[in-house]
């Protein structure tokens, strides 16, 4: 672990629908390569509750019910990910969503350099491919244990009791945005917003696809040799 510690990775971007698996691959390679997950919702949360200046300036947004403009975003981002762990790497969760943000990403790295032998590279984009109708029952048979936490799927990895956990009996849950009459929106409404980042990314000749309807060791397997191999030809 400690030898991968060593290596620029750089930015890693995860595109792909609800229930695709990038919370599931994210953690596998925050693990693998020892790199923190940069959320921008967590970050805009932490600012909040420490009361930093970007934080009351967001909060005073919010509690007007407008959105954060990007501009306010970009400084949060930019303060995080000039931090001391994010030198060899992170994963963004949460940004860019937009492809102005992708845009203001590349501008930032371009001109940011924490060293001279470790200046940032471009992110590495992994889009995660899932039919539709897996999709569909990926997230319409997920439920999960109230009081462990641990996750299920109906269809593919049902409880040994039906809607009772395995470890200590509770009944299962399912989330509400994960009913069938809810999700159909979630996914098209990710088709709208994620595209043009899709887009962005792919004629720059960065965006690489992966066929996530597989078992989620072949998954990760796939996305630690891509990530390996753009670390290796921007070496």
């Known amino acids: 672990m400690a030898s991968e510690t060593a290596r620029n990775i750089g930015p890693i971007i995860l595109l792909g629908p609800p229930g695709a698996g990038k919370g599931t691959q994210s953690k596998q390679i925050m693990q693998h390569y020892c790199i923190p997950q940069v959320s921008t919702g967590d970050l805009l949360r932490d600012h909040v509750q420490r009361q930093t200046p970007l934080g009351l300036e967001a909060k005073a ?3 007007r019910g407008e959105l954060v403009p990007d501009e306010l975003m970009y400084g949060i981002v930019a303060k995080r990910l000039r931090e001391p762990d994010s030198r060899y790497g992170y994963i963004l969760d949460g940004f860019p969503r937009t492809a102005a943000q992708a845009g203001w990403l590349d501008a930032f790295l371009e001109k940011e350099l924490f060293d001279n032998d470790y200046p940032p590279r471009p992110p590495i984009v992994i889009r995660l491919n899932v039919d539709y109708t897996q ?6 048979g997920r439920r999960s244990c109230p009081t462990c936490g641990r996750i299920y799927n109906v269809h593919s990895r049902p409880p040994r009791i039906d809607e009772l956990c395995d470890l200590d009996g509770t009944k299962l849950t399912q989330r509400d945005d994960d009913r069938k009459e809810i999700i159909a929106g979630r996914l098209a409404a990710y ?3 994620t595209k043009p980042v899709a887009d962005y990314y792919e004629a720059r000749g960065r965006l690489v696809s992966v066929n996530a309807d597989r078992e989620v060791e072949e998954v990760t397997a796939e996305i630690l040799a891509i990530i390996d191999s753009h670390a290796s030809a921007r070496a």
Not at 135 to 140: E, G
Request: without cysteine.
């Open 135 to 140: 999709l569909l029952l990926r997230i319409t």
């Open 191 to 193: 088709e709208v917003q």
């Open 61 to 63: 947004i919010m509690e």
